[in-house]
Nanobody, 123 residues
Framework: QLQLVESGGGLVQPGGSLRLSCAAS????????VGWFRRAPGKEREGVSS????????TYADSVNGRFTISRDNAKNLVYLQMNSLKPEDTATYYC????????????????WGQGTQVTVSS
């Protein structure tokens, strides 16, 4: 069974950058589309970005478009989320998730989830 582990979160000042990683084990990641989601305290889970199985298609939420970049290295079973120009409103727990179907920003489409990594943007 596919297992996902996120890393790379932390505390960063507004305007700074972080790169999150999602490492897969138990199966071959190229069989799955992958999405990044986040949940801030008191808010609903939000789809941030997604990438197709071969990386040829990517999708971004309007709130992060132009600032975040999703990518994947199937040979290493890794998916990345490069986050630039971070804002306080990006503070949340970030999760990666995988689905054997098409990439989507809708969390209901995803079968496998990681435990999350905390991102805090504050001065």
């Amino acid at each position: 069974q596919l297992q996902l582990v996120e890393s790379g979160g932390g505390l960063v000042q507004p305007g700074g950058s972080l790169r999150l990683s999602c490492a897969a084990s138990g199966s071959t990641l190229n069989l799955y589309a992958v999405g990044w989601f986040r949940r801030a305290p008191g808010k609903e889970r939000e789809g941030v970005s997604s990438i197709s199985r071969n990386g040829g298609s990517t999708t971004y939420a309007d709130s992060v478009n132009g600032r975040f970049t999703i990518s994947r290295d199937n040979a290493k079973n890794l998916v990345y989320l490069q986050m630039n120009s971070l804002k306080p409103e990006d503070t949340a727990t970030y999760y990666c998730a995988a689905t054997p179907y098409f990439d989507s920003l809708g969390p209901a489409a995803y079968y496998y989830w990681g435990q999350g990594t905390q991102v805090t943007v504050s001065s």
